[in-house]
């Protein structure tokens, strides 16, 4: 069964540092990863994908894809308290399956 | 604003009440999906739509049914719900489904079982 691990936090950080939030998968076989943010009682909102490994860039959002260690992370940079919600992380579906994976989702609390 | 469109946003309704689910995107895109998601926990996968069929059905109670009249829109039927059927419902589309396709959510909705 494919999983996708997240600590759930909350994840604490000052306002200006930098956020780093990490997820681990288990199906090797997964080209797509994603990273969404929820706000509490809101819907999830795409902000990165990432296909390949290395480091995507995006404004603040940085993604990092380690394939051979089967982990992803995003880094945000110079966060704010507008940054305060709950990002969840997603493996695409594979193996012909239709179905992605989401991880738990991590709650990040940026405090000024 | 997304472009994925969900209405109502709220929803109460009784245990012996019939009511729908709405959701509408013109992206395009040709897999929709319906969510269950419960406070604090990730979105719960209830079905998935590709080119209008139904691919998926994640062993969900009859007393959910959905529809697909077209390419653009997808429909949940709600039918004798229980009180622990509360929760937000999101629909989300893809271009296809499959891999490396991410999902764009709908704002969802609200729903809430007396």
């Known amino acids: 069964q494919k999983e996708v691990e997240q600590n759930s936090g909350p994840l604490s950080v000052p306002e200006g540092a930098i956020a780093s939030l990490n997820c681990t998968y288990s199906?090797?076989?997964?080209?797509?990863f994603f990273w969404y943010r929820q706000y509490s009682g809101k819907s999830p909102e795409l902000i990165m994908s990432?296909?390949?490994?290395g480091d995507k860039e995006d404004g603040r959002f940085t993604a990092q894809l380690n394939k051979a260690s089967q982990y992803v992370s995003l880094l945000i940079r110079d966060s704010q308290p507008s940054d305060s919600a709950t990002y969840l992380c997603?493996?695409?579906?594979?193996?012909?399956?239709?179905?992605?994976?989401f991880g738990r989702g991590t709650s990040l609390i940026v405090h000024p | 604003d997304t472009e994925v469109t969900q209405t109502p946003k709220h929803l109460v309704m009784g245990m012996t009440n019939k009511k729908s689910l709405k959701c509408e995107q013109h992206?395009?895109?040709?897999?929709m999906y319906w969510y269950k998601q419960k406070a604090k926990k990730p979105p719960e996968l209830m079905f998935v739509?590709?080119?209008?069929?139904?691919?998926i059905n994640e062993s969900v109670p009859s007393r959910f049914s959905p529809e697909c009249p077209n390419s653009s829109l997808l429909n949940l039927h709600l039918h004798a719900l229980q009180p622990e059927d509360s929760a937000l419902y999101l629909c989300?589309?893809?271009?296809?489904?499959?891999?490396?396709?991410?999902?764009?959510f709908g704002d969802g909705t609200r729903l809430s079982i007396l």
């Open positions: 992206m395009g895109h040709r897999a």
């Open positions: 989300a589309s893809s271009q296809a489904a499959g891999a490396n396709q991410p999902q764009h």
């Open positions: 739509y590709s080119y209008e069929k139904l691919s």
């Open positions: 199906d090797r076989g997964s080209q797509s």
């Open positions: 990432i296909y390949s490994n």
């Open positions: 997603a493996q695409g579906a594979s193996g012909g399956s239709y179905i992605p994976t």
